[in-house]
């Protein structure tokens, strides 16, 4: 890390991490009244702009209404609400107020709500009505947010006595948020995000996505989860960079749109947004002004960049992060930082981070180029901020007296200290003595033209304990035969490796995934072990 990047991410730390830290101060009264701070833009695409003196109004309202329904400091407060000002409103409102919030992914189902909000210990939810009906009763009040409802949250923010209402300085050690992970490898823990764990966003907003002053910023991804919540509201609002929230699910058409006429120059999504708009069908309108796209969530497979330097003329940048961390790898877009794009690569450890690749059988480094498992090296690293899970689960990932954090995630780093992925350490293949990461298969198997998504697992054999079986979704109208098995299989073994071909080949008309999008390739092994009469594992 340079010494002004150094510099840098000292200073958010010292903004993020005072003792008297307020975070409404930090994202909303700090900044000129009149400047921009959102854009809603609705269904029907049509835009409404809010300034920070708007939000510094109505997020006041909403901590006298949350204020006069019993909650304070330290208080779980949950939202199951679309993106909207309303959500932006509320969420600033429970930090006025010192109280934690509690993100829902509005596609999560009944039972997930129910269990998040019990392990957290909500006492408060603000619901969208659309989302009433998937909050179950239990020892949390509900509050819906439309206008329609008479005494909901809109009615009572009308009525609300504001004026007074002072925010509460909670310091950068002070709860901001508790979310959980993914469970994408078991149940969903739970995790507190200290204030200074923002830092860590704002610090990847410039050095990561390269946003500054002078952008116009959006991200696709729901505020639901880390990503959407800190790099589409925390990390702009903290940078005073306008940012811009699309309601509705994805269309390949209304992005098209909104990218044009918005005239958005820094645009970051999901890969299967990606894959969407490259699958949708449609011409890429004339006169966009994009400068940076990026990507995270899932690997980005080459495949994406292939068509973006076409459609483009620009490469998307991959980044990786997860709830426990923020964003320690990527290729970055500042010009301080910034490194060629390298296909099937991670990028390297971001400002403010430090990586290390540990043996598989010892806490020790690895020599670079060699897989192993990726961690974080705890000393170096002044973003992180994690220190274990609600409950005390998973202090298992901390090694070595405490120098490392595993990721969970199997990886090479070579001697330009780029980071290359190779699976999650659930999903590596072992097949007759060979280490087989999924994502090269995959990624090779995308390349194809009549392949739309694939996952690629370890399946049960008798005679090598596991092979690479891949479960593939195809084009619309493409015949499903023998012939094109071994199109696929002669694909793999031509553009990736002899040895790591897929043995069987399932195709199905989609992959299964969590709400977040990604994909549930345990489900898939499970499915085959049932399959084959082996049982749960």
Not at 189 to 204: E, F, I, L, T
Not at 220 to 243: E, K
Request: charged share 20%; aromatic share 8%.
């Amino acid at each position: 890390m340079s010494s002004d990047c150094a510099v840098r991410v000292a200073e958010l730390l010292e903004q993020f991490g005072a003792p008297d830290t307020d975070v409404a101060w930090l994202l909303c009264d700090r900044h000129p009244p009149s400047d921009r701070a959102l854009t809603i833009v609705d269904e029907g695409l049509s835009a409404v702009d809010y300034t920070y003196g708007e939000l510094a109004e109505s997020s006041r309202r909403a901590a006298a209404v949350l204020s006069e329904l019993g909650v304070g400091r330290g208080d779980r407060v949950a939202t199951l609400m679309g993106k909207s000002a309303e959500l932006v409103t509320v969420v600033l409102g429970i930090w006025r107020l010192g109280a934690v919030y509690v993100p829902l992914f509005t596609a999560f189902a009944e039972d997930a709500i129910g269990s998040r909000l019990a392990d957290a210990a909500v006492r408060l939810v603000v619901a969208d009505s659309d989302q009433q009906a998937k909050v179950p009763a239990g020892d949390w009040k509900l509050i819906i947010a439309d206008s329609a409802v008479p005494n909901g949250l809109s009615a009572r923010l009308d009525a609300a006595v504001w004026r007074d209402i002072r925010s509460v300085p909670v310091g950068g050690d002070g709860p901001l948020v508790q979310m959980f992970t993914s469970g994408t490898t078991g149940k969903p823990k739970g995790v507190v995000h200290p204030v200074r764990y923002a830092a860590g966003w704002q610090s990847y907003l410039e050095f990561g996505l390269g946003v500054g002053p002078d952008s116009v910023f959006w991200c696709a991804a729901d505020p639901g989860w880390a990503y959407g919540l800190y790099t589409a509201i925390v990390a702009p609002l903290a940078a005073g960079v306008p940012t811009l929230l699309l309601r509705g699910g994805f269309s390949a058409a209304a992005t098209w749109t909104v990218l044009k006429d918005r005239a958005v120059t820094d645009f970051t999504a999901a890969p299967t947004v990606y894959r969407g708009l490259r699958a949708g069908g449609l011409p890429v309108p004339q006169g966009l002004t994009l400068r940076r796209l990026s990507s995270a969530g899932e690997p980005l497979t080459p495949e994406v960049n292939g068509w973006s330097r076409f459609a483009f003329g620009l490469e998307v940048h991959d980044h990786y992060g997860q709830t426990e961390l923020g964003m320690p790898i990527g290729f970055p877009h500042h010009p301080s930082v910034q490194r060629q794009v390298l296909e099937g690569a991670m990028g390297t450890a971001l400002p403010g981070w430090e990586i290390a690749v540990l043996d598989e059988d010892n806490d020790a480094p690895v020599e670079p180029g060699r897989t192993g498992r990726l961690a974080i090296v705890v000393a170096g690293s002044p973003l992180m901020t994690f220190r274990g899970y609600v409950g005390g689960r998973g202090s298992d990932r901390f090694r070595a007296g405490g120098a490392y954090f595993l990721t969970g995630d199997i990886a090479s780093v070579d001697s330009e200290s780029i980071v290359r992925f190779s699976a999650r350490d659930d999903d590596v293949i072992i097949m007759a003595g060979y280490r087989i990461g999924p994502f090269d298969i995959e990624s090779t198997l995308l390349r194809h033209p009549v392949v739309r998504e694939a996952a690629v697992i370890a399946g049960p054999d008798e005679v090598r304990g596991e092979v690479v079986e891949a479960f593939v979704v195809l084009a619309p109208d493409t015949a499903v035969t023998d012939a094109l098995v071994g199109e696929l299989q002669q694909w793999v073994k031509q553009n990736y490796a002899a040895h790591a071909y897929p043995r069987r080949i399932h195709f199905v008309a989609s992959l299964p995934k969590t709400p977040s999008g990604k994909i549930q390739r345990a489900q898939l092994r499970q499915r085959r072990r049932n399959e084959a009469g082996l049982g749960a594992r």
